[in-house]
């Protein structure tokens, strides 16, 4: 059996002309990304995935980040992909922890998550994003929007003001069917 087509969190499991095996898929190491939310006066800066064609996160509201670069720290992938999708140049971020993304069906993702309101945003033009739609939202309504089940979690610890956040997300399909907390650990090199 093949999976083919494009994966959530932006996985595209076609490799030029070939294909991978769903059990390749499987013990490939996992895929590392960012995602950073934006803080200002109350609010996140969300990603409505509402520009691309068969987008595994259209009709959703993200953060902003992506996939590292070969030899990037997790603060010099977060500073550039935010630069990159948003034109906003992050000074300092808070780093909450990291989130396991496990799957039956998608490769594995360990996402580092952060958030910023120390930032310049004397360039930020939301219209130029060819991810999608960005916008501030207010904190008390980000729970209302489309969102993934799993970034619904985490969503809400920070929220509630946790300092660090390190989950499990175990899906089956698009469901999230299990959450597992982990503890942190010091020993991560997130600084560039």
């Known amino acids: 059996m093949y999976l083919v087509g494009y994966m959530p969190f932006g996985y595209n499991i076609a ?4 294909q991978l095996k769903r059990k390749e898929i499987m013990q490939q190491s996992p895929t590392k990304t960012t995602l950073c939310y934006i803080e200002k006066d109350g609010k996140y800066l969300m990603l409505y ?3 691309k064609k068969e987008d595994p996160n259209g009709g959703k509201w993200i953060g902003v980040g992506g996939k590292f ?17 948003t034109g906003i140049i992050i000074r300092n971020a808070h780093f909450y922890g990291v989130i ?10 360990d996402m580092y998550l952060f958030s910023s309101n120390d930032f310049d945003d004397s360039e930020f033009h939301p219209e130029d994003c060819c ?4 916008k501030f939202i207010p904190k008390d309504e980000i729970l209302e929007l489309n969102l993934w089940e799993g970034d619904r979690v985490f969503l809400c610890e920070m929220l509630e003001g ?3 956040i390190n ?8 469901n999230l069917t299990e959450v597992v907390k982990h503890s942190y650990s ?7």
Request: charged share 50%; glycine share 8%.
């Open 15 to 18: 490799v030029g002309k070939q």
């Open 49 to 51: 995935r509402n520009k």
């Open 69 to 85: 670069e070969e030899g990037e720290t997790p603060f010099e992938c977060v500073k550039r992909e935010v630069l990159e999708e």
């Open 100 to 109: 396991e993304f496990r799957s039956d069906g998608w490769p594995d993702e």
């Open 131 to 134: 991810e999608g739609t960005l």
């Open 162 to 164: 946790q300092d660090r």
């Open 167 to 174: 989950l499990r997300l175990r899906y089956s399909g698009e």
């Open 186 to 192: 010091d020993d991560l090199h997130i600084e560039d």
